[in-house]
């Protein structure tokens, strides 16, 4: 499998390095250069397999060449073993034809741990075979950061630096970042917003100087893997619902566009798949484009679903390059306008295409506390904010009731107490015994400017496990 950028100049390149890669020498995104498609038939084989078994199925296409069978295997076995539900990635019903999908039963209790915890074993195992040293940058709305941390921690290879914005992400998201200690774990509190942050990291990769000669990786989004792993959650939750012989709807809370992308990569492989919902909160630069297309930056807001306070959407960059043909030169031209602050649209055509397959709704905090209030009276469930969003635009832009209409549930309500109070939901949420002790942990955190010049000197100071690169 060869993978190419969605800026067309940079080299291709193979799994392993694409691993290690993050951003495309070209400022661009890293995809397949051509998509596996698996038959109706092969797909309907799976049902029943245990998770890590079907995630091998879906993924060995995109590691062919650089990861052997059994060793990818092995290493998915220990992946899924880590998390705390029999069935990974459970399906509850809310209503007749409607379901939350739970991926918060991983580590840090976030969808984030699907991923992260993959990435943290392929970057071992990678880094090993070639007796290599790597420094990852990472920024976070709240849930990337401690699952790339708990992903990472171990990772003899790997120095991993934070950024998350001061405070903007949730009390227990920050703890669980900011109390996992070792010399190779770094927590920087920028003072700005998540889209401050991801620029940083996605100007570090473009002039690397200040890592003398050590190697840059991506724990976001733009690295390739993190899309790659989300994709097998959706053939999960369709094979339990009757796919691939009845198609499924997916609503998908979203700010980076990463998880509704593995969710269209998905369809593509053959996964039928009636209506993505793009549910965002007021920060809505992706619901503007898919009712309006109109793709213009606006003011980041801090709203009670903070790990979706996103205005730059990483991920948009590669659905655009599928909608444009997959013209580099195309989207390069889109990117640069939009990074000059410029707003854009696409040809009409183009985006009446695109629409057959999503939906988008805006949800505000007033409507998410409501939903939060509206589904625990109904169900005795309490949704984390993320979710709640996805519910509500579930509920609002759903095109057929006879079709399951699977929610993401993104994380765990108790990473988020201020918002189920403020819906009025009295119950008392328990952190998980691995996290009970949290909010009396000692925590780790350097406070830096909004200076991308301070932050990679820091880095450069504490590179090393600890010590000057
Ligand atoms: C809890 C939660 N829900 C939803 C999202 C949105 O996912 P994506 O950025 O992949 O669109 C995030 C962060 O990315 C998140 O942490
Ligand atoms: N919501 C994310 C933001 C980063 O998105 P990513 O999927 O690109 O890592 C977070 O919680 O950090």
Redesign the pocket.
Known sequence: MRYISTRGQAPALNFEDVLLAGLATDGGLYVPENLPRFTQEEIASWAGLPYHELAFRVMRPFVTGSIPDADFKKILEETYGVFSHSAIAPLRQLNGNEWVLELFHGPTL?F?DFALQLLGRLLDYVLQKRGERVVII????????SAAIEGCKHCENVDIFILHPHQRVSEVQRRQMTTIFGENIHNIAIEGN?DDC?EMVKNSFADQSFLKGTRLVA????NWA?IMAQIVYYFHAALQLGGPARSVSFSVPT??F??IFAGYLARNMGLPINQLIVATNRNDILHRFMSGNQYVKETLHATLSP??D?MVS??FERLLFDMHGRNGAAIAGLMDTFKSGGGFSVDEERWTETRKLFDSLAVDDAQTCETIAEVYAQTGEVLDPHTAIGVKAARECRRSLDIPMVILGTAHPVKFPDAVVKAGVGKALELPVHLVDLLEREERCTVLANDLKAVQAFVSQHGNRGKPL
């Not at 990472?138 to 950061?145: Q, V």
């Open positions: 976030a984030k990472g920024a976070t709305s709240g849930d990337t950061g998540f991801q724990v976001n989004s733009i993190r700010g980076n990463g998880d790990s979706m996103i990483s991920n």
